[in-house]
């Protein structure tokens, strides 16, 4: 894997103890002013939810913790592996829920229907949404939030599914790009299989977020920061020696993606209209 540039390295470094800590406190502020103290979330075996694990754990205490595993059929054992070594190392209540049965009910007969086999992108965005339902379902059971797992770089890009795996009650993780993840990941202890694995959704068989994507989360990293943290054009990133293709893509993505970061759009005919004209604080009247 391609490393990043020096000087970007530099200036995406974070100092993982301070920030460990304000994303710990961000989490028990958040959930403890709402009158909650419990959370949940997916742990997938990747190294995002095992983050967002560690660091709910940290705030929280694992009394108030849980996991919940979704593997489908032809999920990777190894990814199943991996969740379980974090569960184990955290000592955090867990659950299994295999989403094969309600995923597999579907495309039969939507398959049928259609005339035709669900490509890998609505079996994929199916299997998120699926899972999506499983934690609110079980957030209603416990009465507890949903912790997200979706770093910066994803949502930039919009790497994951509307409704899907993009929602939650609060993330912890979202303002940290993919190179920031793995360096808070290795300071909590995150395990090592985690942290050196190839990253992946794991929807269908050898498939990896890098692949499919079509390139790496350092290409990612360094160009996304430039754009959105630096406010530089893609005009003068392309200046700065960066292909000048794989910039306007990564920019082109970000735009047409913009639609997953928001809450729907409202047709507006009144004065005050929700989202637009009539927007309070998530917390306004705790």
Known sequence: MRTLKPAIEQALRVNAPFAT??????????VHKVGFKRVLFGLSGGIDSALSAYLATRALGKESIHAVLMPYRTSSQSSLDDAMEVVR???????????????????????????????????????????????????AAQNALVVGTSNKTELLLGYGTQFGDMASALNPIGDLYKSQVRQISRYVGVPSSILDKAPSADLWADQTDEKELGFTYDD???????WVDLRLSPEEIVERGYDEALVKH??????????????????????????????????WGV
Request: proline share 3%; glycine share 4%.
């Open 21 to 30: 800590s304000v994303l710990e406190g961000f989490i028990r502020e958040e």
């Open 250 to 283: 990564i920019v082109t993505r970000v735009q047409r993606n913009q639609y997953k970061r928001r809450l729907p759009i409202i047709a507006k005919i009144s004065s005050r209209t929700i989202g637009i004209d009539f927007r309070y604080s998530r917390d």
């Open 89 to 139: 190392d955290l000592e955090i209540p867990y659950t299994v829920v295999d989403i094969s049965g309600p995923v597999d009910a579907y495309f039969e007969t939507m398959d049928k229907a259609l005339g035709e086999r669900a490509s890998n992108l609505r079996r994929g965005n199916r299997m998120a949404r699926e899972r999506m339902v499983t934690l609110y379902d079980l957030s």
């Open 220 to 226: 990612a990293d360094e160009i996304l920061y430039q």
